[in-house]
């Protein structure tokens, strides 16, 4: 699959930073260029930039490249969190288009370094550099510091009004409390006003900063507050509307049918909720395809792995759809799951992947979140 080309940009100078940071002596661009595996032109024009802005250095003229003091203020951080960061924060945004930029930035040395961004596809719109450290990121600031003012710590988040923007930042908190990055929206001034910015995009900004503390490791999400958690959630009930938002996310499914010899068989697959129907796709080579003409009865189950732990069951019977059957059909399709669960990377799918696509009718559905037995709920039907 093609990489995004901004992802793959900023996971290449994350390898490097790992590379120079685990090699004390230091490496030549041919023992870097044999673990990248980029172009020569490439390599060195990321080389001249990091060694600008002091990431790295060389003790002398064509000698071999080190760590340089701002890297080196790195040497106890978490790389390898930081790229689980950075993975989610290009999921996330996957999800949905957005009409601003969305940038993700982590503290450093002398100022906000830039880790990711996602631009808007507007003419007139906000664009930053990945990698570069910038002072001028005032929001983030605010949300990063160690002793926010009462107005973060209230809201949960900095709104600032730099020359001709609105810059929007909400703390990313792997603990669920502190602050160790943050989401940035940034757009132009004259699209927005205050009011309407916040209520129209605050919700789902604060919605995703919590998703990725959660996927770094917190058991809630609230920002600044000292007293954490110590427990999940009791179970409840998933309502119409919050099923629907969230079987609308990545979330993969894992469906089960009954194979010609009567044992189970489970698979995960990719899925689409329209409210009534499940739409699932059996790709080239897949058995299940037919065990599900042969038995059409089928259970699906579809969870998330971190807080809140939703999670959704549901039993019915799958028809194959065959008004999916020209080519044209099947690959918008296609493309329309690939967006969801790969984002940018999903270039080489194409209809031909493709050898059935069914349709769910469910005749059970339900919904959780919490911790599961936590609570007994009245009327519970059996799962």
């Not at 959660?214 to 000292?226: D, K, L, V, W």
């Not at 958690?229 to 089960?256: C, I, N, Q, Y």
């Not at 689409?272 to 299940?288: K, L, N, R, Y």
């Amino acid at each position: 699959m093609t990489a995004d080309p901004l992802t793959s940009s900023a996971e290449r100078t994350l390898r490097l930073v790992e590379l120079l940071l685990s090699e004390p002596d230091g490496l030549t661009p041919q023992e870097i260029l044999a673990v990248l595996g980029t172009s020569r032109s490439s390599l060195f024009n990321l080389l001249r930039r990091l060694k600008t802005l002091g990431y790295i250095d060389q003790n002398e003229r064509r000698g071999r490249y080190h760590s340089g003091p701002r890297l080196q203020a790195w040497r106890s951080a978490p790389t390898d969190s930081m790229q689980t960061l950075l993975s989610a924060f290009y999921q996330e945004t996957s999800r949905q288009s957005w009409a601003e930029t969305l940038l993700l930035c982590v503290p450093a040395p002398e100022g906000t370094l830039i880790l990711g961004q996602v631009e808007s596809s507007q003419a007139v719109r906000s664009v930053y550099t990945i990698g570069e450290v910038s002072n001028a990121l005032n929001a983030v600031g605010s949300v990063l510091q160690s002793t926010p003012s009462s107005a973060v710590k209230a809201n949960g988040y900095a709104l600032t009004q730099p020359p001709q923007l609105f810059e929007l930042a909400l703390p990313i908190c792997p603990d669920g409390n502190l602050p160790q990055a943050a989401l940035l929206f940034s757009a132009p001034a004259y699209r927005w006003t205050q009011e309407s910015l916040l209520q129209a995009c605050l919700p789902e900004l604060r919605a995703m900063a919590a998703r990725l503390s959660y996927r770094m490791g917190a058991t809630q999400y609230t920002p600044y507050h000292s007293v954490l958690k110590t427990e999940l959630d009791p179970e409840s009930r998933l309502g119409p509307e919050e099923l629907r938002d969230f079987l609308e996310g990545p979330w993969t499914a894992r469906l089960a049918c009954i194979r010609p010899d009567g044992k189970p068989h489970v698979i995960p697959v990719w899925q689409s909720w329209d409210g009534v129907h499940f739409t699932v796709i059996a790709w080239q080579g897949s058995q299940w395809a037919e065990y599900l003409l042969q038995n059409p009865s089928v259970s699906l189950t579809i969870d998330e792995p971190w807080p809140p732990l939703r999670r959704v069951a549901a039993r019915g019977t799958a028809f194959p759809l065959t008004e999916h059957s020209s080519l044209a059909k099947i690959d918008a399709l296609v493309q329309r799951f690939a967006r969801r669960y790969l984002g940018a990377s999903a270039n080489t799918l194409k209809a031909e992947n493709v050898l059935r696509v069914f349709q769910i009718e469910p005749d059970y559905l339900r919904g959780w979140q919490g911790l599961p037995g936590s609570v007994s709920l009245p009327g519970q039907q059996s799962r």
